[in-house]
T-cell receptor, first 117, second 115 residues
Framework: AQSVTQLGSHVSVSEGALVLLRCNYS??????LFWYVQYPNQGLQLLLK??????LVKGINGFEAEFKKSETSFHLTKPSAHMSDAAEYFC???????????????FGQGTILTVHP | DADVTQTPRNRITKTGKRIMLECSQT?????MYWYRQDPGLGLQLIYY???????NKGEISDGYSVSRQAQAKFSLSLESAIPNQTALYFCATSDPGREGNDEQFFGPGTRLTVL
């Protein structure tokens, strides 16, 4: 079964500092990859996704992520943190077998990002 | 208007009560999902439906049931609520054929407290 690991349940950065949230998955077949963000008292909102093509993916609010097949990773970065980035972030992976999607996502346990002034 | 809506948004109930959470979508998607979110555990899949006649159990279906009344409606029931079902519940939709991938679109969530 697919598994997704987000290293660090809590990450704290200063405003203006680099944000790096780590995500590793277990699939041997390159999957579809997603990062979602959850602001307090809200649902999940898509930040960015990788399906095919360019491995560096840009999303909303200045975030980007790079798919590295050899490392089975999809780490999320932002060059300069803003106070409004404080939220919980989820990495999610879909299961693909022989190019056919099973349609379900497996989520990591989430990383809470705190941004200090 | 929101594409995926959930009612109620907040609910407090007592142990042993039956409760239904409802989800509606206007995206025209075939696939719908119910998740629960607990701190530190991420989202766990309870049930999913790939069309009106297709219902499947997820990772944690015990104590829950679902009904897909129409393409746009997917409800989650707790037949006899217990305190460890206190959680945040999310409904989601997807349509790989239309969207080209497995992106899921989430509702705002229902916060359920079982006393």
């Amino acid at each position: 079964a697919q598994s997704v690991t987000q290293l660090g349940s809590h990450v704290s950065v200063s405003e203006g500092a680099l944000v790096l949230l780590r995500c590793n998955y277990s699939s041997s077949v390159p999957p579809y990859l997603f990062w979602y963000v959850q602001y307090p008292n809200q649902g999940l909102q898509l930040l960015l996704k990788y399906t095919t093509g360019a491995t560096l993916v840009k999303g909303i609010n200045g975030f980007e992520a790079e798919f590295k097949k050899s490392e089975t990773s999809f780490h999320l970065t932002k060059p300069s943190a803003h106070m409004s980035d404080a939220a919980e972030y989820f990495c999610a992976v879909s299961d693909l077998e022989s190019g056919t999607s099973y349609g379900k996502l497996t989520f990591g346990q989430g990383t809470i990002l705190t941004v200090h002034p | 208007d929101a594409d995926v809506t959930q009612t109620p948004r907040n609910r407090i109930t007592k142990t042993g009560k039956r409760i239904m959470l409802e989800c509606s979508q206007t995206k025209g998607h075939d696939r719908m999902y119910w998740y629960r979110q607990d701190p530190g555990l991420g989202l766990q899949l309870i049930y999913y439906s790939f069309d009106v006649k297709d219902i499947n159990k997820g990772e944690i279906s015990d104590g829950y049931s679902v009904s897909r009344q129409a393409q746009a409606k997917f409800s989650l029931s707790l037949e006899s609520a217990i305190p460890n079902q206190t959680a945040l519940y999310f409904c989601a939709t997807s349509d790989p054929g239309r969207e080209g991938n497995d992106e899921q679109f989430f509702g705002p969530g229902t916060r359920l407290t079982v006393l």
